[in-house]
């Protein structure tokens, strides 16, 4: 895929996160990895409405020579490009419930979001929750790097969730899961929900070649 291709592939997905409220106002950042660098939504900008011309370019050591300036959740994204080698693509949303666990102080912060379904754990895994920085502090790369390599998403809490993907498609699908089931797990709460037991998690594992 081309820059050009990448630029307006990240546009729609924009726009369509959005268009589901998963985002609001000028909240939420995505990020790719290019060949010769990345591209990264502007600070203060809507993922309805991304100008492709205007996205943030840049370069492998992470400074901007092109676009708008970037968001100001540079130190999280990079954190997960550096903390997990493989990852092609980091999108951080605002989704209502997503961040509500993220929110809630009985959140099991080892894994936010139990097995009740095999698509969260096929195309999630545990999300561990991370303790509260201010947005855009630097203060939250180590705790992204320390956990990154076994965990493809985490909910920063009181902020809401953040996922790396192997392709831009990858983390958008994976932070849409995530979205799904935390609704899930808010709507069941206090319910006698059935889990998805050791047995079926490696039946799944098995077949799927989870992480």
Known sequence: MTEAEVRERLVQWGRLLFGRNFTVGSSGNISVRLEDGFLVTPTNSC?????????????PEWRHVSGDKPTKEL?????????RPQTQAVVHLHSTFATAL????????????????PYMVMRVGRVPVLPYTVPGSP???????????????VLLANHGPVVAGLSLDAAVFTAEEL???????????????????????AALDASFKLR
């Open 75 to 83: 130190p999280l994204h990079r954190a997960f490009y550096e903390g």
């Open 47 to 59: 993922l309805g409405l991304l100008d492709s011309t205007k996205l943030s370019k840049l370069d």
């Open 139 to 153: 203060d939250v790369a180590p705790l992204v790097r320390a956990v990154a390599p076994d965990h493809a998403a």
């Open 179 to 201: 979205e799904e089931t935390a609704k899930l797990v808010v709507l069941t709460r206090g319910l006698n929900v059935r889990h998805l037991d050791a047995h079926q998690i």
């Open 102 to 117: 993220s929110c809630l102080a009985d959140t099991d912060p080892a894994d936010a979001i139990p097995p009740i379904t």
